[in-house]
């Protein structure tokens, strides 16, 4: 699967922002999704999943109740709608693709998107 992710940039606090990741050469219903970000100088952490299907979702709880994943099957897309962010929200932002049915740990995703940055300013 090739990931493709944009939608970032800079936004004050408060805002909102949705990202995309488009994905190809495979198909994209067989595979568990998710959403990672990465400040600098700290690991990759998850941020929201999304199952097989979009029945189940997953979500950090630094980031529940403003940002919403979803999927689209028909386009091979998935989203992540961010809302009131904060200065803590700052980092790459990666989208991944598991074979699980639903996964929230880094290594259970074999596939991963270029990441796309989001800055929230305060």
């Known amino acids: 699967v090739q990931l493709q992710a944009s939608g970032g940039g800079l936004v004050q606090a408060g805002g909102s922002l949705r990202l995309s990741c488009a994905a190809s050469?495979?198909?994209?219903?067989?595979?568990?999704m998710g959403w990672f970000r990465q400040a600098p100088g700290k690991e990759r952490e998850f941020v929201t999943a999304i199952s097989r299907g979009g029945l189940t979702t997953f979500y950090a709880n630094s980031v529940k109740g403003r940002f919403t994943i979803s999927r689209n099957d028909a386009t091979n897309t998935v989203y992540l709608q961010m809302n009131t962010l904060k200065p803590e929200d700052t980092a790459v932002y990666y989208c991944g693709a598991t074979p699980s049915f639903v996964a929230r740990s880094v290594t259970d995703y074999d596939y991963w998107g270029q990441g796309t940055q989001v800055t929230v300013s305060s």
């Open positions: 050469g495979r198909t994209f219903s067989n595979y568990g």
